[in-house]
């Protein structure tokens, strides 16, 4: 019987759960709603067994045979938050553990009673048993941690909040204003072994709030029971040294409204406060160390809450007792009652807490108590109150500072002119009613940027989202109006500036928050605002764009946008992050010159925008280039080793040409414009250029016109009239006879076009080569390598007279149908020269090897030797001078020459030698772990 009980007793403690916001006692309450108004059980009711319950109401489970009531079990009916409603849930407890143990040998079980009592005894000791479901669900069940972190030698200290969610910690930590920026954040367990460490850089969002945030994602699972069973600790490397504490759970953390730092000359501490601003009850949880010491019992505090106001002074003090000091940190729990200029000093960060021992009163510790320490973003959609219209949006972003001071964002675009800002809690009820005013003083240019001071019931209406911002037009009282929604800052929030989506004539639109960490990753959260976006799967798209330069139209980009898919959303709400982004696209983002792009396809039909203004790029991220350079030529980022991410882009970036501002596809030719009578093309990303082969004339007095290549017999026609050719894509006029430009074999020889007067066709014809009298076709050659028909070799040629290896190329200056008098790349080659980068250098010359779009990399000298290209790099003279500088268009170093150059000198020397003391510690810290996990 006694392991069927047991069995019963863990389902039913098991089975159900809830939270309780009140302490219960015994006796029961037995009140049932009556079974005729049974039927679907609302959200603010409880069903067991059954039954219905209403909320806070307590009883004894009945199972009915052979089991009977349960006395033994006490549940009831909490109220618990979900999504702004209370609801109602059932909670169990076995008491039977919590009976006092009789005095007699023999006691009895007493009928309708959980406890046994001795024969005659009359009081009931059921009703002396406390039941704190609330707290039991805290300290069992509770996601919230806290630490007191100190250290030996170092005279500030630091505190801690967590909470994990989805394999996810999220940490924030408040400290001591003396000891600077921590540099690491280091997990340790309860062997100080290294579970997880972090650089810590500080990020726009810590500079404007002065709290230490962030998250430790994917928590694996031996460190998740590691956290759970209280056996992890943390610690922090500031320039004063380092200091730890363990994380723990401590009861308030989930209602924790506001924090406090306690620190003193002999301890340290922490400060969790709950208020119910409706009646002013205060509840304290003080967590501290150092002022006491450990095994002491019965030792008498002192607590005072004191705030100075417009010269008037005010406190509240309190009397405890802790019963003994343990190992870990000791802990006080007061309650006590707040007046409304308690409240407001409290809200306004002006409120300091005492604790401080009665027979010691110098080991005091004091704190300012401001809005909880956890990094909390409150963010907003505006949106028309009654009809939507896509000309009138807004957003607004809103956190606590560490000095207790909600800093405000506000950005409005509407036509009409905006009168008025505040936030109010949306009451009908004077009475009721709560404005925050004064947020139209900063407004200038569709921004409004301040800091509000609240006071204690504006702060908890605020965290439990009962507030809403409201713009105010010269039309409309009520034009714009949103929700202030509130969650913890991650890394997509670190950049501390959010992103305003909308569209055209939408009554859809919502607010982005996306940075880039030191992994080059772009962390984003979108969440969005409207009618019909539960059932809606928008596609979300990363897009950038080039530099507009309108003054010079050819110097086109060479891709006008790109896209990247990030992901397909479902709903509201869309997060995660994108790796491998291209550099040229980290690059225009770090100006502002990309969009998140969200399209809904389907019946709610809706296309967002939201330009990146504020993300800022790490250095290691960008190329080393300008991107001013790097827009004509992206492709050259592949050759630098620097090119991540789309392959198939990056090819196809990689076979375009730059050529004089502009660009050209594989295979396409044009007529050069750095020197006359050349011809381009584009040869799988190289340019390719070659004089232009004139055809031969038939005439005896042939002419050139002006600004023509090629001599003709006849003056071209001047109406216009003329050809199109599509094997050059060039204009020919009427009359105009030509060879055709054949990618990527050149100008071919053996053919001649010629455009035709009375009918405008293109007539091609092949040349006809004169037959072979003197030797036989395999013996005859061609008098140059460009040459169209092959001719007999002389017999009286001397061997000794010209090298065969290198032939050179002769031509007769008074025939004008040879007016490309300049050699070739092939006779070039042909006398040893080398082609590099589509340009061809004669033997024996030396350069400094242009790379486009960089220009001359002077640095570099190349020299071609016999068809061989060998580059080599200037070496640099040593320097014997502690501070060197290099000029931007030098390659070597040189000694600082003035007072300037040596200031500048010593800053970059100041933040090298920064940067090499942090990678040694972290080596350091890497060699310590691996040698404790070795004799481990």
């Known amino acids: 019987m006694q392991p069927i009980i047991v069995l019963v007793l863990y389902f039913l403690t098991g089975a159900v759960s809830g939270f309780s916001r009140r302490r219960k006692e015994l006796p029961i309450s037995f009140i049932r709603i009556p079974s005729e108004q049974d039927g679907k059980p609302k959200a603010s009711e409880c069903r067991f067994g059954g039954e219905s319950y209403e909320l806070e109401q307590t009883w004894h489970p009945d199972l009915g045979p052979p089991f009977g009531i349960m006395y033994c079990v006490h549940c009831e009916c909490v109220p618990i938050h979900k999504k702004r409603r209370i609801v109602g849930r059932v909670r169990c407890k076995n008491i039977k553990t919590e009976c006092p143990k009789p005095t007699c040998p023999d006691p009895v079980l007493l009928p309708g009673r959980c406890c046994k009592v001795c024969p005659g005894q009359d009081d009931n000791p059921d009703?002396?048993?406390?039941?704190?479901?609330?707290?039991?669900?805290?300290?069992?069940?509770?996601?919230?941690?806290?630490?007191?972190?100190?250290?030996?030698?170092?005279?500030?200290?630091?505190?801690?909040r967590f909470y994990f969610r989805k394999k996810t910690l999220q940490y924030s930590f408040l400290f001591g204003e003396e000891l600077g920026w921590p540099t690491s954040l280091t997990f340790l367990d309860n062997t100080n072994n290294i579970l997880e460490e972090f650089a810590l850089t500080k990020t726009a969002l810590q500079n404007r709030t002065e709290k230490l945030c962030g998250a430790w994602a994917r928590l694996p699972r031996r460190y998740r029971r590691t956290l759970r069973s209280e056996d992890m600790a943390v610690s922090l490397s500031t320039d004063l040294g380092t200091i730890s504490g363990k994380v723990m759970k401590y009861y308030g953390l989930s209602s924790e409204l506001f924090s406090g730092l306690l620190e003193g000359p002999s301890g340290a501490g922490t400060a969790i406060v709950s208020v119910s601003p409706g009646t002013g009850s205060i509840h304290v949880n003080i967590l501290f160390k150092g002022i006491v010491k450990e095994g002491e019992q019965n030792i008498h505090f002192i607590i005072k809450f004191q705030m100075s106001h417009d010269g008037e002074t005010r406190s509240v003090e309190e009397a405890v007792v802790l019963e003994s000091v343990g190992p870990d940190l000791s802990t006080i729990e007061i309650r006590t009652v707040f007046d409304s200029p308690e409240l407001g000093a409290l809200g306004r960060g002006e409120l300091t807490l005492w604790l401080a021992p009665t027979l010691n009163p110098s080991r005091i510790l004091t704190a300012k108590l401001v809005p909880r320490l956890s990094c909390d973003i409150f963010d907003c959609v505006l949106q028309p109150a009654e009809t939507p219209s896509g000309d009138a949006n807004g957003i607004a972003f809103l956190y606590f500072t560490r000095a207790g001071g909600l800093q405000y964002n506000i950005k409005v675009e509407t036509r009409d002119k905006v009168v008025d800002l505040n936030i109010d809690n949306g009451k009908k009820s004077k009475r009721l009613l709560t404005v925050i005013d004064g947020l139209m003083s900063t407004y200038a240019n569709g921004w409004a940027n301040g800091t509000a001071m609240l006071n204690a019931g504006q702060v908890d209406e605020l965290f439990k989202e009962n507030l809403y911002l409201n713009v105010a037009t010269e039309n409309d009282a009520q034009a714009l109006r949103g929700r202030l929604v509130t969650h913890l800052a991650g890394p997509s929030e670190s950049s501390g500036e959010?992103?305003?989506?909308?569209?055209?004539?939408?009554?859809?639109?919502?607010?982005?928050?996306?940075?880039?960490?030191?992994?080059?990753?772009?962390?984003?959260?979108?969440r969005l605002e409207g009618s019909e976006l539960d059932t809606s799967s928008p596609s979300l798209e990363l897009e950038d764009y080039p530099i507009q330069n309108l003054?010079?139209?050819?110097?086109?980009?060479?891709?006008?946008?790109?896209?990247?898919?990030?992901?397909?959303?479902?709903?509201?709400?869309?997060?995660?992050?994108?790796?491998?982004?291209?550099?040229?696209?980290?690059?225009?983002?770090?100006?502002?010159d990309a969009a998140f792009l969200m399209t809904n396809a389907g019946q709610n039909e809706f296309v967002l925008k939201g330009q990146m203004l504020g993300i800022s790029s790490p250095q290691a991220c960008l190329p080393r280039y300008a991107r001013n350079d790097l827009e004509i030529m992206p492709g050259y980022l592949r050759d630098l080793g620097e090119e991540i991410g789309d392959e198939d882009l990056a090819e196809n970036m990689r076979q375009k040409c730059a050529y004089e501002g502009s660009f050209y596809e594989d295979g396409n030719r044009w007529e050069a414009t750095h020197d006359k009578c050349k011809m381009c093309s584009c040869q799988r990303g190289k340019v390719d250029c070659e004089p232009i082969v004139c055809p031969p004339t038939n005439c005896s007095n042939p002419i050139i016109e002006e600004g023509e290549c090629c001599a003709t017999c006849n003056s071209p026609s001047v109406d216009g009239r003329g050809c199109n050719f599509g094997g050059d894509s060039l204009f020919h006029p009427a009359g105009s006879k030509w060879h055709p430009y054949i990618p990527p074999f050149g100008f071919s020889r053996c053919a001649v076009c010629t455009c035709k007067e009375s009918s405008l066709a293109v007539d091609c014809y092949r040349e006809e080569c004169p037959p072979l009298t003197s030797c036989l076709h395999s013996e005859a050659i061609r008098p140059n390598p460009l040459a169209c028909c092959k001719v007999c070799p002389k017999r009286e040629e001397k061997s000794n007279s010209v090298s065969k290896a290198h032939p050179v190329l002769t031509a007769d200056p008074h025939k004008l149908n040879d007016m490309a008098m300049a050699r070739t790349g092939l006779d070039i080659l042909a006398s040893g020269g080398c082609s590099w980068k589509g340009v061809y250098h004669e033997n024996g010359v030396t350069w400094h090897p242009t790379v486009m779009p960089w220009g001359e990399m002077k640095c570099v000298t190349c020299g071609c030797k016999d068809g061989q290209t060998q580059c080599k790099k200037k070496h640099c003279p040593k320097l014997t001078c502690s501070l060197k500088i290099r000029d931007q268009d030098q390659c070597c170093p040189r000694c600082a020459a003035n007072r300037e150059e040596e200031e500048r000198a010593q800053r970059t020397l100041l933040i090298s030698n920064r940067e090499q003391r942090k990678l040694k510690r972290l080596k350091r810290l890497r060699n310590i772990r691996n040698q404790e996990r070795t004799s481990g």
């Open 498 to 526: 959010a992103v305003m989506m909308k569209g055209e004539d939408s009554s859809i639109s919502g607010v982005a928050w996306a940075s880039l960490d030191d992994t080059c990753r772009l962390h984003y959260n979108i």
């Open 127 to 160: 009703l002396t048993i406390t039941v704190d479901l609330e707290r039991e669900e805290q300290e069992k069940n509770g996601r919230h941690y806290a630490a007191v972190l100190t250290g030996p030698g170092v005279p500030r200290a630091a505190t801690g």
């Open 551 to 592: 003054d010079n139209l050819k110097a086109l980009p060479l891709f006008p946008s790109t896209k990247r898919h990030l992901q397909d959303c479902r709903g509201k709400k869309c997060s995660g992050h994108a790796d491998n982004i291209h550099k040229l696209m980290m690059a225009r983002l770090d100006s502002g």
